[in-house]
């Protein structure tokens, strides 16, 4: 069974520039999430999808980063415009069916903006 | 306000000898725990859970302990390898929303062989 995959792996920008991430989940998992990793901090959730719905993006900085999850499989995170404390390791992780169970992550996407 | 805290950052043990990696919470309504590792590179790996009603979750070399009157959980590696060498992240969430979880800022363990 193929995991969760993310690209690219590594991106570099300069601040106010515009990025995008995709995420490919486990096929079948219903639940996708996006998380930020700071260095030397744990993973913060950005957001959580149930299918194609967002059940929590209370976290998310709206006014620069959206997400979506068209059809309900992959799903692209954005931040428009970048700021210098972006720079983090963003993970997508997902889950079979519902928010009990357990995440499988994806290797993440490491971005750093100058 | 962080509401999941380990401690220690990092942590060097003897191959064949215990690792005990500790973490605390402050968010009584917390009531599933989940310890995930991650290797260099790589996402975080599930490794093992509890739920509040339980004080005690056994696989393998792994146990997790959890003192809710503490605000207290830990695992407990016996015998360490040099394998298990990782970032260990404790997170914490509600059933409200089992999915949300609080991450701690991890502990890095080393396992000298």
């Known amino acids: 069974e193929a995991g969760v995959a993310q690209s690219p792996r590594y991106k570099i920008i300069e601040k106010r520039q515009s990025v995008a991430f995709w995420c490919n989940p486990i096929?079948?998992?219903?639940?996708l999430y996006w998380y930020q990793q700071i260095l030397g901090q744990g993973p913060k959730l950005l957001i959580q999808?149930?299918?194609?719905?967002?059940?929590?993006d209370s976290q998310l900085p709206k006014d620069r980063f959206s997400a979506e999850r068209l059809k309900g499989v992959d799903s692209t995170l954005k931040i428009q415009p970048a700021k210098l404390e972006d720079s983090a390791v963003y993970l997508c992780?997902?889950?079979?069916?519902?928010?009990?169970?357990?995440?499988?992550f994806g290797p993440g996407t490491r971005l750093l903006v100058l | 306000d962080q509401q999941v805290k380990q401690n220690s950052p990092s942590l060097s043990v003897q191959e064949g000898r215990i690792s005990i990696l500790n973490c605390d919470y402050t968010?009584?309504?917390?009531?599933?725990f989940l310890w995930y590792k991650k290797y260099p590179a790589e996402g975080p790996t599930f490794l093992i859970s509890i739920s509040s009603i339980k004080d005690k979750n056994e696989d393998g070399r792994f146990t997790v302990f959890l003192n809710k009157s503490a605000k207290h959980l830990s695992l407990h590696i016996v015998p360490s390898q040099p394998g298990d060498s990782a970032v260990y992240f404790c997170?914490?969430?509600?059933?409200?929303?089992?999915?949300?979880?609080?991450f701690g800022d991890g502990t890095t363990l080393t396992v000298k062989p």
């Open positions: 999808f149930q299918n194609n719905g967002v059940v929590d």
């Open positions: 992780a997902s889950s079979p069916r519902g928010p009990g169970e357990t995440q499988y």
């Open positions: 997170a914490a969430s509600h059933s409200t929303n089992a999915g949300k979880s609080t």
């Open positions: 096929s079948g998992h219903a639940t």
């Open positions: 968010n009584s309504m917390f009531d599933y």
